[in-house]
């Protein structure tokens, strides 16, 4: 198995503005990651803080998502089967289309940079879209750097996609990326992956949170900065965990691709912004990401 790097990704929490009484209450949450993932810890950092700043009156129960769909963990959200849930930006693109633009190929130079802009300013308008579909956006978790892994072929070019069939997340813009690339698209959840792989269905893969209206302002406030004060905690355990895979993987001779040619993929994939945003306010806003400058920033 090979792994070639590209840009980094970025996941949501989401909670629902459902409207009644304000009180005591428990908020179910649903994450499809494992007890123990950085994702779960980062929810459970967020509950000790909800607690403590609430005085117990609220506390958040951490449930299992389905993991075959985030369309389904997101409609349940917005109809109160569940108060909150992490779920990835590409189940949200049909209903806020401006998370579409973190998605994008190539649109953040660095992991550190798309941080920066996720927490800052536009990362906030993103949030703030997303009460056009009846959802409040907490806080932006990052899964990492995103790539393509193949149990077929190395892959540093984007001449090495052609022909391959690429196991895609169930999204309009996934699909044509890796169309653009020569590759077949395979919409597929995440836990059929490792089948798909195992019976050559697929060649190779591209992967690596609603109750508002009815809480009372301060217990809002208190619920959106421990969200937010829980990604650094998430950033931590993920990073120092994506550490601890990759050491695993080269322990079972998985061969990592380091010298990948990204002008290669880029020359393909950033062309297809205009098509895969359309409006011009989304194009303004990648304009906006890609004027930051990341060496001012660096400590």
């Not at 059929?192 to 109750?211: G, P």
Request: with cysteine; net charge negative.
């Amino acid at each position: 198995m090979v792994w070639g790097n590209r840009p980094a990704i970025a996941a949501l929490l989401v909670l629902a503005c459902l409207t009644s009484s304000a009180g005591a209450r428990d908020l179910r949450l649903a994450d499809a990651y494992p007890p123990g993932s950085p994702t779960v810890e980062a929810a459970e950092y967020m509950n000790a803080l909800v607690r403590e700043r609430t005085q117990g009156r609220h506390n958040i129960e951490i449930r299992p998502a389905d993991r075959d769909s985030d369309n389904f963990t997101i409609a349940s959200v917005r109809n109160g089967t569940i108060d909150m849930a992490r779920v990835n930006l590409a189940g949200l693109n049909s209903r806020a289309p401006t998370t579409i633009v973190p998605t994008l190929p190539y649109v953040f130079r660095s992991t550190a940079q798309m941080r920066r802009i996720l927490d800052g300013p536009i990362g906030e308008e993103i949030l703030a879209s997303l009460s056009s579909a009846g959802l409040v956006g907490l806080c932006f978790q990052d899964m990492g750097v995103h790539a393509f892994y193949s149990t077929t072929r190395v892959i540093r070019r984007a001449d090495d996609m052609r022909g391959l069939m690429v196991r895609v997340q169930p999204a309009a813009a996934s699909v044509t990326v890796v169309r653009a690339l020569g590759a077949t698209p395979v919409p597929m959840p995440f836990d059929r992956i490792q089948t798909a792989l195992q019976t050559n269905a697929i060649d190779a893969v591209d992967d690596n949170w609603i109750v508002w209206e009815q809480l009372p302002p301060p217990d809002r406030a208190i619920i959106g900065a421990a969200a937010k004060e829980s990604v650094a905690r998430m950033h931590a355990n993920f990073d120092a965990a994506e550490l601890d895979a990759r050491r695993k993987a080269e322990e079972a001779a998985v061969e990592v691709i380091e010298d990948v040619d990204r002008k290669s993929f880029a020359d393909v994939l950033v062309p297809l912004y205009p098509a895969l945003l359309g409006d011009p306010k989304l194009l303004d806003m990648v304009k906006r990401i890609r004027a930051d400058d990341e060496v001012a920033h660096k400590p």
